[in-house]
Nanobody, 135 residues
Framework: QVMLVESGGGSVQAGGSLRLSCEVSGPTIGNFFSDSCMAWFRQAPGKEREAVATTHTGSGDTYYADSVKVRFTISRDNPKKTLYLQMNGLKPEDTGMYYC????????????????????????WGQGTQVTVSS
């Protein structure tokens, strides 16, 4: 079983920064972390969960929602088996619960944003970490 645990959420004022972490662990992790499509999703109260950014842990390619391009950076540390989301220039509309998600996929498949922005393809999820941005 592969487990994802997020951390790093908190409350900040508009314009501030936060870095979220997602640690991947488990007895069956094997090569999971080195060959997976991993994503950050967020869900604001009363709204649907939406993809924020994705990356392939093998190729390192990254993809972003238009609403966070330039401001957010997704990255990973393979030896530490940890995914990150650096969020700068935070806005009140960035408020929500942020979730880490993962699925074993080849890099060419992870490049398809229309597919990887859908929460339905992911079979591993963390419990979420709350981000609150005040104006």
């Amino acid at each position: 079983q592969v487990m994802l645990v997020e951390s790093g959420g908190g409350s900040v004022q508009a314009g501030g920064s936060l870095r979220l972490s997602c640690e991947v662990s488990g007895p069956t992790i094997g090569n999971f972390f080195s060959d997976s499509c991993m994503a950050w999703f967020r869900q604001a109260p009363g709204k649907e969960r939406e993809a924020v950014a994705t990356t392939h842990t093998g190729s390192g390619d990254t993809y972003y929602a238009d609403s966070v391009k330039v401001r957010f950076t997704i990255s990973r540390d393979n030896p530490k088996k940890t995914l990150y989301l650096q969020m700068n220039g935070l806005k009140p509309e960035d408020t929500g619960m942020y979730y880490c998600a993962a699925v074993r996929l080849p890099s060419w498949s992870c490049a398809n944003w229309s597919q990887t922005s859908s929460q339905t393809i992911y079979n591993r999820w963390g419990q979420g970490t709350q981000v609150t941005v005040s104006s």
